[in-house]
């Protein structure tokens, strides 16, 4: 099981669209909107490093109104 978190930069206004379109997605456990340098954290629980390398670079990077990510796979 892999563990990793994707930071979300959002367009200005589009967080809380973007929390909705993001928590949809298959493998993605939560998304939470936040104050600081991001706008969103998702948390992704998969079977595998490629699994998150396609989330975060097809499926949140693909949705309209995403910026940037940048994405931390948990080590423990």
Known sequence: MVIAYVMVKAHTGRADELKSEIEAIEGVQSA???AGDVDLIAKVDVESPSQVKDIAAN?????AGVEDTHTYIAMG
Do not use: F
């Not at 499926?59 to 949705?63: D, K, N, P, T, V």
């Open 32 to 34: 939470h909107i936040v």
């Open 59 to 63: 499926a949140i990077q693909g949705l």
